[in-house]
């Protein structure tokens, strides 16, 4: 069993950065491949960027690639996501995930935080 809750969202100008923040608990954290996804209002969950057990392999969904940044610090039980030049289409709640295998898909994924806000102004 693994518990997330997701900190750092809030409300920042286009252009701006946040950092948001994973922490998981239990001990088999690091077993486990990470997955950032968001989700704006009347639209379905969408991935964003996942990272594999060790943080050796990461990839991106093309409209956050070059801009979010995934890792994670096994030895503290937290992945983060650094979003660079934000953009209001990125307006959405962002959630963290766990799967036992590195994925794509929402339905992969065992275990999920419940959603930090992340909104940007114009």
């Known amino acids: 069993q693994v518990q997330l809750v997701e900190s750092g969202g809030g409300l920042v100008q286009a252009g701006g950065s946040l950092r948001l923040s994973c922490a998981a608990s239990?001990?088999?954290?690091?077993?486990?491949?990470m997955g950032w996804f968001r989700q704006a209002p009347g639209k379905e969950r969408e991935f964003v960027a996942r990272?594999?057990?060790?943080?050796?392999?990461?990839y991106y969904a093309d409209s956050v690639k070059g801009r979010f940044t995934i890792s994670r610090d096994n030895a503290k039980n937290t992945v983060y996501l650094q979003m660079n030049s934000l953009k209001p289409e990125d307006t959405a709640v962002y959630y963290c995930?766990?799967?036992?295998?590195?994925?794509?898909?929402?339905?992969?994924?065992?275990?999920w935080g419940q959603g930090t806000q992340v909104t940007v102004s114009s």
């Open positions: 990272i594999n057990w060790n943080g050796g392999s990461t």
């Open positions: 239990g001990r088999t954290f690091s077993t486990y491949a």
């Open positions: 995930a766990a799967a036992r295998t590195s994925s794509l898909r929402v339905y992969e994924y065992d275990y």
